[in-house]
């Protein structure tokens, strides 16, 4: 995948445009594009629980991809202090495409698709 930096740019990858969920025409082709990766807990059933963990953000989804990968159960706890959620059975390991959510008073950001996805399991 190459660097993508904008919706606009986004717009004209086909690769990356599959797992795009939004309607981008309703955001500003200049509205900047990131790849988040997040830690998401879920229970045996597949429930979400309150466990989830942002580990960073990327300007290329090669290199989000490539941490996303590496991620580690021992990171996760490190992460949320010490062991997550007693109800988390799993982690689904996400690289999210994001922009600026135009709504979010707070600069929160928006997913607007997910690029790549596995599940880490929780040992013991």
Not at 18 to 36: H, Q, R, W
Not at 74 to 82: A, S
């Amino acid at each position: 995948m190459k660097e993508v930096n904008t919706v606009k740019e986004l717009m004209e990858d086909k690769d990356l445009m599959k797992g795009i969920v939004e309607d981008l025409e309703d955001f500003d082709e200049d509205s900047p594009v990131t790849y988040a990766v997040w830690a998401i807990g879920y229970t045996a059933d597949s429930e979400i629980t309150d466990a989830d963990m942002f580990i960073g953000e990327f300007t290329d989804p090669d290199e989000a991809v490539a941490c996303a990968e590496k991620v580690t159960i021992e990171q996760i706890n490190e992460l949320c202090f010490g062991k997550p959620d007693p109800n988390t059975a799993y982690f689904s390991i996400e690289v999210e495409t994001v922009i600026a959510d135009p709504d979010d008073e707070d600069g929160g950001t928006m997913n607007i698709g997910t690029i790549y996805s596995r599940d880490l399991e929780i040992d013991g």
